[in-house]
């Protein structure tokens, strides 16, 4: 079994992943409210606790 660490580092990854796909929807101007929700909820439970995403 995955330590927490390893658990948490992946947590991470998939939570930047989704905060990536939500800035150049931005970016583009593509991003409706309802992809916006549901990436909303992705990045949510995704994200551990203590994530801060990168400016």
Known sequence: MPSASHQSGHARLDADS??????ALVEANE??????????????AAAPADYIPAA
């Open 18 to 23: 989704t905060n990536n796909q939500i800035r």
């Open 31 to 44: 991003l409706s409210a309802d992809v916006y929700e549901q990436l909303l909820i992705q990045w949510a």
